[in-house]
């Protein structure tokens, strides 16, 4: 299961460059808000990522936080697009969050297989 976390974490990655690097009116529109947008995706990808690569949170944390500045900064040179303070803050804030759930969601399905193990052991 940890190697699809990765693929996926990979993906979202890519896709969150993709998206992020193309001019405006190749961008898909939702209905959600623009820091939804960002919310979610950064989310799943921190989320992901910690799934993936349940060791390193640190690196993973510092990683996806430099990520996040990088796109920001080469939205600079793409005409039409912004770098913007409050999209870096949204993006980085999401990415930890998700870095964090995804070690609690982790940590938590060792505590539960270690105890259907060990019930079964006193069975």
């Keep these: 299961m940890r190697r699809v976390f990765q693929i996926a974490a990979w993906l979202l990655v890519f896709a969150i460059t993709i998206l992020s690097l193309v001019p405006p009116p190749y961008r898909p529109v ?14 799943a990808a921190g989320a992901a ?9 640190w690196v993973l944390t510092i990683g996806l936080v430099s990520f996040c500045g990088a796109i920001e900064i080469a939205q600079l040179w793409i005409p039409g697009r912004h770098a913007r303070l409050i999209d870096f803050l949204v993006d980085a804030a999401a990415a930890c969050l998700g870095v964090a759930v995804g070690c609690v969601a982790v ?12 019930r079964a052991f006193h069975e």
């Design 49 to 57: 990522f910690a799934a993936g690569y349940p060791d390193r949170p």
């Design 30 to 43: 939702t209905a959600a808000s623009h820091n939804l947008e960002h919310l979610a995706i950064f989310l």
């Design 107 to 118: 940590r938590l399905k060792g505590i539960a297989e270690s105890y259907g193990r060990s």
